[in-house]
């Protein structure tokens, strides 16, 4: 787990416990990272009031093992259960094994190394299938090849999964509520009934494992942070796409005897309508925004930071200004050929020979190739700090909603995160120095100390996973 911190002077003032009202004439369309941050946080305020909202359906509510349960499970003898842990994302499939404690409800990984498989993208690769039946033959060979390792069988394992499409409670259980990133598999339901994951991933696997809990990934993700850190108010994911949970506390419910709740609320943040995003996209982004007649004008943010996306930005600005140096035949060429840079190969000295490949094979000098070289990594570079911006919007919405929901003496916020697009010190650099100057502008009068920390892991996701089976079973 690697942790990142920056300190910071934020300024905010108090009135009678909460904090001051938001200085609106500083806010303006030249200033979008704070009207993004002041947004978001309004949307969670009247999300989270409206019991019928996507985010109070999607919640996800914890609360610590208690003493009373402990004692009266004392006279038991303590065991480990084995859970599989399922994290399906948008470019892989993790799986894990973990124990879970029947007491405490610690868990503890129990494979060396987290089976890592691709997702299939292309129409040939998934073919006629649901993404459950992919997910199902992966599964079920990590389960025959563990128990042959371990030279064990019997009974179906317990298994937890999470799912990094949007959820919402249905009958008991979880359904989902939109596919993302372009998704191009079978529908499993094609009538209007709604599409419950574990249901349909057990229909497939229930001989070798039956699931049992389900969470959003970033959810799964915000219970790994809360139960890991005790000051976490959020986590953060940053891959293929981008989401965000945000934790609050709950302290007012009788009939779970009283006891300090938590509720973890999947924001979806990469689908948040923001007044001023088309002000800050270009033709770059119109184009990936219209290249799906289904996901015109949804998720837009989420485009505009998300891997998957960021690629094909990054691309559509290479092969057009290719184009207009080299000229149309060459560019279509080149294209032909399938050239694409890589989100992997974007530094320097890989760019440079990326680009001399290309040239080298159109038959021009390094003249162009110099030019282009300028070119892309202008563009670069300013696609990033536009991502930084976003992420650092959203995560300074998030701390201010939570500086006046849950005032606290400790001025210390931890977001967990987990996704390949945040584990960098220049993502925790820049957006840390963003989140500070939107703080310093959306709040004002007094000054205080405020730490930001973010808590990086690899397999936080699949953590939380069996964190949630253990919430749900032992408490």
Known sequence: MRTFVILALILYGVRMGNLCSCIQEDLNENNWPVLLAQEFKDHLDECMDDEKSSLVKSRFLVRPFSSTALNAMEAEEEYQLEVLCADLGGTSLKLDIYTVASKTGNTEKVTKQTAKYDIPKT????????????????????????????????????????????????????????FTKQFNWVKAVTDNKPEMPLDELNKLTDRYVRFSTIANDTTALGIWACQTHEDAIGGFVLGTGMNCSYLDNIRKSKNMNEKKLKAIYNTECGGFK??????????????????????????????????LYFEQYINIQFMEELARIAG?????????AGFWLKNGKLQPNDLIEQIADVFEYIGLGYHFQKKMYRFITE??????????????GILAGVIYKSMESNPRKSTNYI?????????????????????????????????????????????????GAASSYAYKIYN
């Open 328 to 336: 149309d035949d060459h560019a279509n060429s080149v294209k032909n």
């Open 379 to 392: 563009a670069i570079s300013e696609a990033k700090d536009r991502k930084y911006k976003i992420c650092a």
């Open 274 to 307: 923001f007044s001023q995003v088309k002000s800050i996209m270009n033709h770059a982004d119109i184009k990936i925004n219209e290249s799906n007649p289904l996901e015109v004008d949804s998720y837009i943010l989420e485009k505009m930071v998300g891997g």
């Open 123 to 178: 129409k040939e690769e998934i073919a006629n299938r649901t993404i459950y039946e992919f997910m199902s033959e992966k599964i079920i060979e990590f389960i025959n090849d563990y128990q042959k390792a371990q030279r064990t069988k019997g009974a179906p394992m317990k298994g937890a999964l999470t799912f990094s499409y949007p959820l919402e409670k249905c009958r008991g259980g979880f359904k989902v509520t939109k």
């Open 415 to 463: 977001f967990g995160l987990t996704g390949s697009g945040c584990k960098t010190e220049e993502f925790n650099s820049n957006v840390t120095r963003y989140i500070t100057e939107i703080l310093k502008v959306l709040c004002k009068s007094s000054t205080t100390e405020v730490s930001v920390e973010f808590k990086f892991s690899e397999e936080a996701s699949l953590q």
